[in-house]
C-alpha cells in the first residue's frame, strides 16, 4: 500500500504543478465556440488541444440532430438499458452495425465499454497480452479480468517479437491468447503494426485481439471505421474486438464496441455490468450520433478527412525543416514535440500559449515522466497559418524552455532516443 500512495503523491505534486503554472485543469472561458479558437485566462487562443479532429462538433447537421432530439425525447432517458432502452437507440445502434460493418453496441463511453466487454469476451481460461502503452481505460478494464482468474501481463511497446515468443509459451496451456493495444495511440501518435498482426493472426489461430481505436474513428478509414476496421484482414477481424469513441472525431457521444459476430454482442448487452447498471447515452446525443452516422456516408466526409491529412503533411514537413523532435513520424493529427522532464514540457507549453497557441502537455501518467512533450491536435478547423504559425514558435520556444529549465538538446535526445534515432534536433534553420 505504501508503494501505490508514494506513486499517487508523487502524481499529485506532478499534476498540481502543473495547475500553479495554470497548465492544467483549464475552462474555457468563450459564450461561443467556433472550433478554432477558445478563450482561457481571458486570452484567445488557436485551439490545439481538441481531438474533434474533423470540426464537426459545429457541424449544422449534427446541431440539428441534437435539437430534433430534444425536441421528440426531452433531455433524458433515465433508465438502464437492462430494462428500457430510448427511442432512438435501436436506430443508432443498427446505423452504426452498418457503418462498421460488424454487430455494434453503443455503450455511454469508450471506457465504460471496455468495463462492460473485456471480463464478459475474456475468460478465466484466456490470457490477456497488454501492450504497456494501452490505454488506461483498457488497462483498469484488465483489472476486472484479472480479477476473475485470467493471467494479465505487460508486454513491451508494439514488441511483436515477444508477443510470438509468449504465443509459443502459452499456447500450449490456455484456450486463447488476447493482446490488448490501441489502433493509434493517444499521446506519441504511433499507429500499430496491423500488417504484421494480421500475419500473426494467420499463423496462430489461438490469438485474438482487443483494439482501442479511439483516436482514429472518423478521420481515416472508408466512412470513418477507423484505422484497425480498414487495416486489419477478415481472418483478423473475425478474432477481433474494436472499440472507437464517438466522443472525438464523431463529435458526438459515448463508445462503439464493434465485435466478431452476434452473438458476443449480445452476451456483453446481457451481462456486461456497466451495460446493465449505468445510465444510457441521453436523447440529445444519440441524435448527434445518428446525425453523425448520416453524415459519414456522404461525400463531404472524404472531403475532410483529406483535408486533414493536408494540414497533418504540411505540420510534418514544416516540423523537420526546423529540426522539431515530434516523436512520431505517422500522419495522425497527434502531433507530440518531445520536450524531456515535465518541467521543460510545462515550461514549452506556456510559451506556446502567451503565442496564442492553447496545446496540452503530454507527462505522467500518460507518459513516462522523463519522455514529456507538448500534444498538439490537428483538426480540420485549422489554417495554413495556424500550422506554421505553431511550428514556427516551437523551433523558436524549445531551446529557450530547455535552457530555463537547464536542460539541453543532449538530454533531450537521451530521452527520446528510441523515437528520435537519427533525425536531427534543432539543427535546422528556418
Known sequence: MAKADDLLQTLDELISDGVRRGLVHNTAEDDRLDGRTITVGGRPMVNFGSCSYLGLETHPALRAGVIDAVERF????????????????????????????????????????????????????????????????????????????????????????????????????????????????????????????????????????YVDDAHSFSWTGHHGRGRALEELSPLAKSRSIVAGSLNKSFAAAGGALTFPDPETRRLVFAVGGPLIFSG???????????????????????????????????????????????????????????????????????????????????????????????????TAHHTDADITGIVDTLAEALPRALAEEGENVTTLRRAFHRQLSDAPVLQRAA
Open 74 to 209: 426531452g433531455t433524458q432517458f433515465s433508465s438502464s438499458r437492462a430494462y428500457l432502452s430510448a427511442p432512438a437507440y435501436p436506430l443508432v445502434e443498427d446505423a452504426l452495425t452498418d457503418l462498421f460493418e460488424r454487430p455494434t453496441i453503443l455503450a455511454p463511453s469508450t471506457s465504460m465499454g471496455h468495463l462492460a466487454a473485456m471480463p464478459v469476451a475474456i475468460g478465466a481460461d484466456d490470457v490477456l497480452l497488454l501492450d504497456v502503452q494501452v490505454h488506461h481505460s483498457v488497462q483498469t478494464a484488465a483489472k476486472l479480468v484479472q480479477a476473475q482468474g485470467t493471467r494479465v501481463d505487460l508486454l513491451p511497446h508494439s514488441d511483436l517479437r515477444t508477443l510470438r515468443r509468449r504465443l509459443e509459451e502459452l499456447g500450449r496451456s490456455h484456450r486463447r491468447i488476447w493482446y490488448a493495444l490501441d489502433g493509434l495511440y493517444s499521446m506519441y501518435a504511433d499507429f500499430a503494426p496491423f500488417e504484421a498482426l494480421n500475419e500473426l493472426m494467420a499463423e496462430y489461430e489461438q490469438l485474438w485481439l
Open 280 to 378: 444510457p447515452v441521453q436523447p440529445p446525443m444519440l441524435g448527434a450520433v445518428l446525425a453523425s452516422v448520416h453524415l459519414h456516408r456522404t461525400p463531404e466526409i472524404a472531403t475532410l478527412q483529406s483535408r486533414l491529412s493536408y494540414l497533418i503533411r504540411l505540420f510534418n514537413h514544416r516540423a523537420a525543416e526546423r529540426g522539431l523532435p515530434v516523436v512520431s513520424r505517422s500522419e495522425a493529427p497527434i502531433r507530440c514535440v518531445g520536450a524531456g522532464s515535465p518541467q521543460v514540457a510545462y515550461n514549452l507549453t506556456a510559451q506556446l500559449r502567451e503565442a496564442g497557441y492553447f496545446t496540452d502537455v503530454a507527462t505522467a501518467p500518460a507518459v513516462p515522466p522523463k519522455r514529456s512533450g507538448a500534444r498538439i491536435a490537428l
